[in-house]
C-alpha cells in the first residue's frame, strides 16, 4: 500500500507472450510441475490420467467456444450477456440441420441459429442503441422459449428418436486417431512416472480417438488470436472496443465491425451449442447448456479479454468438472494443490511487498492445508461445486491485473467523433 | 474489407459443398404422430378427465408420457373424454392453483394433477370442488385435515428396482454394476437402495458402483453429456451394467454403453426404454424398472366411473402391478424364472425393500 510506484514497476517485469502476462505463464508452468508433485504425494493416479483429460477436453470445448464469443463481441465493444441464449439455439440448429442433413451440416446449422441470435442482438444494441445487458438478458429469454417452441414443432412428430423435448441418435462426428503415438503414450502414462507420466496422458486425450471438432477448437482459438491481435482487420475491430471515436474518425466503419464482432460472437457460442448436443454426446434436449454460456462469459472475463488466457479458464473449469465426474475421490488431492497455489502466491506478494494481501492468501493456503490433512474426503455435498470454487479461487487470486475494452458495453452513435 | 469478403466468400462456399455431403435419416419425416385425445369433455360421457401436466410436460418419454397413456386408456376403454393443460418452468403453488381452478371450471369430474408438485395445490383447491374427485401422482398430503376427495398415488420404485438389481447381477460377467441417478434425495434414492439390495441378494461380492449427476437441483434430469462421462468412467472401471434414475439424461448412458460395444448393458427407468431409444442402441437394453403412471390414472379414472372414487394414499408396488420390470428383447429369457422368485418373495412381504441407500451396505 505504501510504496505503489515500486509495486508498478515490479509487475510491470517482462514482456507479454501470447497475450498473457509473465505472472499468468508462472502460473501456467508452475501448475504444471506441481499437479504431477501432487499426483504423487496423494497416489491419486486420476488426477493424469488420459481419460481424465479426455472428459475435460469435452467439458472444455463448448464453455470455450462461448468465451472465445464473448472475447470477440467485447473486443468490439459489445457486451454479450446472451451467449446463453445463442449456444441454446446452437443446440437446437445443430440438432435440426444433423437429423435432415448430415453432421457437418449440423455444426454449420448450429453455427447458423447461433448468428441469428447475434444478429438479433446487434440490431438491438447496434442500430437501436439498446442497452447491452438488457438485449442480452432478453435474448436469453426469447432463446429458451425458441428453443421449447421449436422442438415442439419439428421433433415431436419424428417417431422412437424425437420428442417434443428431445432428439436421440443424431449423426457422430468423425474422431482421429494417430496409430502408434497414442500406444506409446499410454504406456508412458501407465509408468506413473513423475512429470513423464503425466504429460504423456495429457498429450495422449490429444491423439487417441479425439473429436475432429475439439481440434477444430483449437484451430479457432489460433486464429482468432491471430486475426484479432496481428492483422489490420484485428486492430481496428479492437479500435471499436477501446475508443470508437477516434476510430471513426479515422475512417474506420465502427457499425460493420461492430456487427462482425457480435455475428461471429453469435456464430461461435453457435457452435459450442452444436458441439453440446452433436459432440459431447448426440443427444439433443432443452435446456442441454444449463449455465455454459454464463460460465464461458466468466472465463472470458478471468481470461481478460484474451483468447488464450478464455481458453486457459475454461481448461481450468473443464478440467474440475471432469475431475468432479469422473474421480469424485481425487478431488480431496486438489486441496493440496490449491494450498500449494496459494503458498506460492503468498512468496510472490511477499516479493512484492503487498503484505495484506501476502496474509490473505496465506490464511487461506493455511486453511486449506489444514483441510487437505485433517480429512480423507470432500463431503459429495461440495463434490459438485469443485468446479466453480476452484475456478473462482484461482482465478480471484490471478485476476488483479485484469483490464477490459475501454468502451465495452458503451452503446455509440455513428458521428459521435464530431 | 475486401479481405473479409473473400473469406466469407470462401467460407459460404464451403459451406454449400458441406450441404451436399451428408448423411440422411432415410423415411424418418413427420408422419404417423398419433392424434390427440384430450380434444374436449363431452357431457355424456361417464368419465370427464381433466390432467394438469408436471415441467416437461407432454413427450418427455417418461413420467408426463405415462400419464397421458393412461388418460387414453381412459378415453378407448372407459369412454371417457378429456382436457390437459401444461407446466412451464419455475411456477409457484399459486400458478398451479390458478390452473387446477381454471381445469376445474370447465366441468371434469376427475383431474389428475401428474408430479409431487401439485400436492400443496391441490390441497386448497380440492375442497372448493368437493364434487370433482383429485388424483395426485407421486403425491402427499400436506396437512393434517384429511382431503375426502383427494388420492395419492404412492409408487414404490424401491421393488422394481430390486428386481433391475437382480436382473444385473445375474447378467454381470466383470461383477461390477453402475448406478447413476439424477439429485440424491427422497425421490431417487428408493432407486439406488432397492437397486444395491437386488445386487447384493444375489452375491454380496459385487461391486456397486453408485454416482449422482449433481448434488442439488433438476440439472441432473436434462445433462445427457455428464451422464455420459460418469458411465464412460464406469465402463473404464470394468462396470458391464448400469442402471440410471435421471430422466432425459440416460440418453447419454445409453450412448456410453452404445459405444462400448456387445457385453454392455444399460437398464432403463419409468417406461420401457427398449422401445425409446435408436435402434442401434436397443441390443444394450437389458430392461428397465417400469413405474406405471399410466396404470395409476387408468385406475383412478375406472374408480370415478364405478363411482366409487380412490382416496388417500393408493400403493403401487409388485403386487398390483403398479411398478414391474420389462423383459422386451428377450435379454432376460433365461433368468426369468429367478427374477419372478424375487418378485414372489417381494409380493408376499419375505423380502423388505429398503427405501434409503444410506442403510444399505
Not at chain 2, 366409487?308 to 403398479?322: E, R
Request: with cysteine; aromatic share 10%.
Amino acid at each position: 500500500m505504501s510504496t505503489p510506484t515500486l509495486e508498478r514497476t515490479r509487475t510491470a517485469i517482462g514482456r507479454r507472450f501470447l497475450g498473457l502476462s509473465p505472472l499468468t505463464w508462472v502460473l501456467i508452468l508452475g501448475g504444471l510441475t506441481v499437479v504431477p508433485f501432487v499426483r504423487l504425494v496423494t497416489d491419486s493416479a486420476p488426477l493424469t490420467a488420459t481419460t481424465t483429460f479426455t472428459a475435460a477436453i469435452l467439458s472444455t470445448c463448448p464453455i470455450a467456444l462461448a468465451a472465445l464469443g464473448g472475447v470477440w463481441s467485447e473486443r468490439a465493444g459489445v457486451v454479450n450477456i446472451g451467449l446463453e441464449g445463442q449456444m441454446l439455439l446452437g443446440t437446437w440448429g445443430a440438432a435440426y440441420f444433423n437429423w435432415y442433413y448430415g453432421p457437418w451440416v449440423g455444426l454449420a446449422g448450429g453455427i447458423a441459429l447461433g448468428m441469428v441470435g447475434g444478429l438479433l442482438h446487434a440490431i438491438a444494441t447496434i442500430t437501436f442503441g439498446v442497452d447491452q445487458i438488457v438485449s442480452g438478458v432478453a435474448i436469453n429469454i426469447i432463446a429458451s422459449g425458441a428453443v421449447e417452441f421449436l422442438s415442439r414443432a419439428f421433433f415431436s412428430r419424428i417417431p422412437t428418436n424425437g420428442g417434443p423435448r428431445n432428439l436421440t441418435g443424431l449423426f457422430t462426428l468423425p474422431t482421429v486417431r494417430i496409430p502408434g503415438l497414442d500406444d506409446a503414450l499410454s504406456t508412458l502414462n501407465g509408468r506413473h512416472w513423475f512429470l513423464v507420466s503425466d504429460l504423456a496422458g495429457f498429450l495422449e486425450a490429444f491423439v487417441a480417438d479425439i473429436s475432429v471438432v475439439s481440434l477444430l477448437v483449437i484451430v479457432l482459438f489460433v486464429l482468432s488470436w491471430w486475426l484479432l491481435r496481428r492483422t489490420t482487420f484485428g486492430l481496428r475491430l479492437r479500435s471499436c472496443g477501446e475508443s470508437p471515436a477516434a476510430a471513426e474518425s479515422l475512417g474506420v466503419d465502427v457499425r460493420r465491425y461492430k456487427y462482425v464482432g457480435v455475428l461471429v460472437s453469435g456464430g461461435l457460442a453457435g457452435l459450442g451449442g452444436a458441439y453440446l448436443s452433436t459432440v459431447a454426446t448426440s443427444t439433443f434436449n432443452v435446456g442441454q447448456t444449463n449455465g455454459d454460456g454464463y460460465i464461458g462469459l466468466a472465463a472470458m472475463i478471468f481470461g481478460n479479454w484474451n483468447p488464450f488466457g478464455a481458453l486457459g479458464a475454461s481448461a481450468l473449469f473443464g478440467y474440475a468438472d471432469s475431475l468432479q465426474l469422473r474421480s469424485p475421490v481425487s478431488l480431496h488431492a486438489l486441496l493440496l494443490l490449491l494450498a500449494i497455489g496459494l503458498a506460492a502466491l503468498t512468496a510472490w506478494r511477499l516479493w512484492q511487498r503487498r503484505f495484506r494481501a501476502a496474509i490473505t492468501n496465506g490464511v487461506i493456503g493455511v486453511a486449506f492445508l489444514l483441510w487437505f490433512l485433517f480429512t480423507n474426503s470432500i463431503p459429495s455435498d461440495l463434490g459438485g461445486m469443485t468446479p466453480y470454487l476452484v475456478t473462482l479461487l484461482v482465478l480471484s487470486v490471478a485476476s488483479q491485473s485484469l483490464r477490459m475494452p475501454a468502451a465495452d458495453g458503451q452503446p455509440y452513435r455513428k458521428g459521435s467523433a464530431g | 474489407m475486401r479481405r473479409i469478403s473473400k473469406v466469407a466468400a470462401v467460407g459460404l462456399i464451403a459451406a454449400v459443398a458441406l450441404t451436399g455431403c451428408g448423411e440422411k435419416h432415410a423415411g424418418s419425416s413427420a408422419s404417423g404422430a398419433p392424434s390427440d385425445v384430450c380434444t374436449g369433455l363431452k357431457p355424456s360421457s361417464p368419465v370427464k378427465l381433466a390432467i394438469a401436466f408436471d415441467v416437461g410436460g407432454r413427450g418427455d418419454h417418461s413420467f408426463n408420457d405415462s400419464a397421458y397413456a393412461g388418460a387414453e386408456n381412459a378415453v378407448s376403454k372407459l369412454g371417457a373424454s378429456c382436457i390437459e393443460a401444461q407446466a412451464t418452468q419455475g411456477e409457484s403453488d399459486a400458478q398451479r392453483e390458478d390452473r387446477l381452478k381454471q381445469l376445474a371450471e370447465q366441468g371434469p369430474n376427475a383431474i389428475v394433477g401428474v408430479g409431487y408438485l401439485y400436492s400443496k395445490a391441490v390441497n386448497v383447491v380440492a375442497p372448493q370442488y368437493p364434487k370433482i374427485n383429485f388424483l395426485v401422482v407421486d403425491g402427499y398430503d400436506p396437512d393434517k385435515t384429511v382431503n375426502k376427495n383427494v388420492a395419492y398415488d404412492a409408487f414404490q420404485p424401491q421393488e422394481s428396482s430390486f428386481l433391475a438389481g437382480v436382473a444385473a447381477a445375474l447378467t454381470t460377467k466383470s461383477k461390477i454394476v453402475g448406478f447413476i441417478g439424477a439429485v440424491p434425495g427422497a425421490t431417487i434414492g428408493p432407486f439406488q437402495a432397492g437397486y444395491t439390495a437386488g445386487v447384493h441378494a444375489i452375491a454380496p461380492s459385487i461391486k456397486v458402483e453408485s454416482q449422482y449427476i449433481v448434488p442439488s437441483g433438476d440439472k441432473g434430469y436434462a445433462d445427457p453429456a455428464d451422464a455420459k462421462t460418469i458411465a464412460q468412467k464406469m465402463l473404464d472401471d470394468g462396470a458391464d451394467v448400469i442402471f440410471h434414475a435421471a430422466g432425459q439424461s440416460g440418453a447419454g448412458l445409453f450412448e456410453a454403453v452404445a459405444a462400448a460395444g456387445k457385453g454392455k448393458w444399460a437398464i432403463g427407468v419409468d417406461s420401457d426404454q427398449y422401445t425409446q431409444v435408436p435402434a442401434d442402441q436397443r441390443s444394450h437394453i437389458l430392461t428397465s424398472a417400469l413405474k406405471r403412471v399410466d396404470t395409476g390414472v387408468f385406475d383412478f379414472a375406472q374408480s370415478v366411473k364405478q363411482g366409487k372414487p380412490q382416496t388417500g394414499y393408493v400403493a403401487y408396488d409388485l403386487k398390483n402391478s403398479g411398478v414391474g420390470l420389462s423383459y422386451s428383447g428377450g435379454f432376460l429369457d433365461k433368468d426369468k424364472s429367478r427374477i419372478m422368485q424375487y418378485q414372489k418373495k417381494i409380493e408376499d412381504g419375505q423380502i423388505k425393500v429398503p427405501t434409503d441407500p444410506s442403510k444399505v451396505k
